[in-house]
């Protein structure tokens, strides 16, 4: 019997489509999508959620602006997001719209049940309201009498709502997020205490969770003279994605999520509204929610007013999909903040991609084709490796790295043949450390640690002039070039979550079949000798052209 594949369930926030997609959702997004391509590499069952909220007074605000029905202007938008995901190489499991008759139908039940169990109750709202944040504000949160976010004046609203009991769940909440080991974790640390600490020093109130004035939106059943509060509608999107239908007996096969992405905007919103509603239904709470950094564009937050929105379709179409994946994560610290800007990414570009990786494809296989006939050289992959492994201790090992990236590298050592190899074992496992730790650009980085290490070892292998070695030894030098173009295909294998169609081409290029590559297990990925001798290569164009 086939032994049950681990669940990986991972969701972004769903994003008001009020605009088109920039590159700040983009950037959860490709995060999402990074992990989730690692977790199916690694053989686990995923579900990757993403979405959008499509419900509120904002939305209902920018269609009439666009003088048309609010769902005709979401269908519109929706088809717009659809399309950036695509040019980004998104590969999602479910793109859940709130405007979703099954989603609408979980709302209600839900709120249903909530009213029926007293855990809602008839109250007046008084107070401020940010349309741009769709929240709730106090005097404390404005700066100069405005949101700091939307730089607009706050509504006063003063209207019959309804509540539901957050402030009962205080207790419990901080008791969850404060367990080491708990249930729902939040990272990084600094954003878990900053929850803590907020819970311990501030009472939480109970929350409105209707709006009489905005019509734009899902009826509360129990009073359809009012519509359910957009973030109540929205966090429903996590349940109701995976196909929840809204009775408790039924908890989809995909719940709870592994890993909820998001920036620091909604963390709060997301550690006290979201798990109070479920602590309420009595349903198991996400196991964690990570928090990465905001990013700024040439320093400034990225807004429409300011003009510097980047639309990353826009950067996808001068520099390519993967390119601009790779700069996102190898320029900004996944979990801090970070600017981005285009000089920044065509740095990027040529040094890293250009000079880097490309070109020591390119330089590889012309050597191949020069001395080698186009071919995998022939050599007994069984024969290397083995003592060397059984005579070095870890330090010896970790030395001999250290020495080939320094390019302090001697071609008289006899153990020079297994350096590459055990490099990219120890940069696999790294790696992969890096990535389960949600460190995204650490975990990219190991690629090009790689890339490194096969210049270092080409220039001190002389492989370019194989003359000359081959009166040395035939043997030797043969062992060089495959060494180099097996490790090339580890790069590849590294590459594969974060630039899906660069491995591809990698694997193309080294004359394998992209497609049974990938199907290979994780374990037999990883081990030295997936290149067959013999291979006939196929150099092709470059794959990062220098700008
Ligand atoms: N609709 C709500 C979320 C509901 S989830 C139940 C919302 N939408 S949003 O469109 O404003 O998206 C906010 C999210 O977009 C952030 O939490 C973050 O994931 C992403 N980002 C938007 N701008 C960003 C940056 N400049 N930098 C990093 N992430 C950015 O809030």
């Known amino acids: 019997m086939l032994a049950k594949k681990k669940k990986f369930y991972i969701t972004t926030p769903i994003y008001y489509c009020n605009r088109v997609p920039h590159l700040g959702s983009a950037y959860t997004t490709i ?59 998104i590969n999602n499991n479910g793109f859940i719209r709130t405007t979703d008759a099954k989603h609408k139908k979980v709302v209600q039940e839900v709120l249903q049940r909530l009213w029926d169990e007293s855990f809602i109750y008839k109250g007046e709202y008084k107070g401020l309201y940010c349309v741009g944040c769709e929240r709730y504000l106090t005097k404390v949160d404005l700066v100069d009498g405005k949101c700091p976010d939307h730089q607009r004046k706050p509504e006063l609203l003063k209207e019959e709502s309804y509540f539901f009991k957050l402030s009962k769940f205080q207790p419990e909440l901080l008791e969850k997020i404060k367990k080491a080991e708990g249930e729902f974790v939040i990272e990084p640390l600094e954003r878990r205490n900053e929850m803590i600490s907020f819970l311990e020093k501030q009472k939480l109130r109970d929350v409105a969770i209707s709006r009489k004035k905005v019509k734009w939106g899902i009826k509360l059943p129990f009073d359809t003279s009012h519509t359910a509060y957009v973030w109540v509608d929205a966090f429903l999107n996590y349940l109701s994605g995976i196909g929840w239908k809204g009775d408790l007996v039924a908890l989809p096969e995909f719940w709870p999520p592994d890993i909820q992405l998001m920036a620091k905007d909604i963390l709060r919103v997301h550690a006290t509204i979201w798990p109070g509603l479920l602590m309420a239904l009595k349903i198991p709470l996400p196991k964690k929610l990570f928090v990465h950094g905001f990013f700024t564009v040439n320093g400034q937050k990225m807004s429409k ?238 794959l990062f052209p220098r700008l």
């Open 305 to 542: 007013s300011l003009g510097n929105v980047i639309d990353p379709t826009y950067l996808v179409k001068k520099y390519g999909v993967d390119p601009v994946r790779y700069f996102l994560f190898r320029e900004i610290s996944f979990g801090h903040d970070g600017d981005v800007s285009e000089e920044r990414l065509k740095e990027r570009y040529n040094s890293d991609l250009a000079n880097g990786i490309g070109n020591l494809l390119s330089r590889t296989l012309t050597m191949a084709e020069k001395y080698w006939e186009g071919t995998v050289p022939d050599i007994d992959i069984n024969k290397t490796g083995v003592d060397y492994f059984s005579r070095k201790s870890k330090e010896d090992l970790r030395r001999c790295l250290d020495d080939i990236v320094a390019e302090n590298f001697n071609l008289q050592n006899r153990d020079w043949s297994y350096i590459l190899r055990h490099h990219s074992l120890r940069c696999w496992k790294l790696q992969q450390e890096a990535i389960e730790a949600f460190d995204l650009n650490e975990a990219l980085a190991f690629a090009q640690t790689l890339a490194h290490a096969c210049d270092a070892y080409i220039e001190h292998c002389e492989i370019y002039s194989p003359s000359k070695k081959l009166g040395d030894s035939k043997e030797k030098i043969n062992i060089a070039l495959y060494d180099v173009l097996e490790t090339i295909r580890h790069i590849a294998w590294l590459l594969l979550p974060f630039m899906p169609d660069t491995a591809d081409k990698i694997f193309e290029q080294l004359g394998l079949d992209p497609e049974k590559e990938k199907k290979k297990k994780f374990e037999e990925a990883t081990k030295w000798g997936g290149l067959k001798p013999g291979t006939k290569i196929k150099k092709g164009k470059p």
């Open 31 to 89: 995060a999402a999508d990074i992990i989730a391509r690692y977790y199916r590499l690694r053989g686990e069952d995923v579900f990757f959620l993403t979405g959008l909220d499509e419900h509120g007074a904002k939305m209902a605000e920018a269609a009439e602006k666009a003088k048309k029905e609010p769902k005709d202007f979401c269908d519109g938008m929706a088809r717009k997001f659809r399309n950036t995901w695509k040019a980004l190489n």
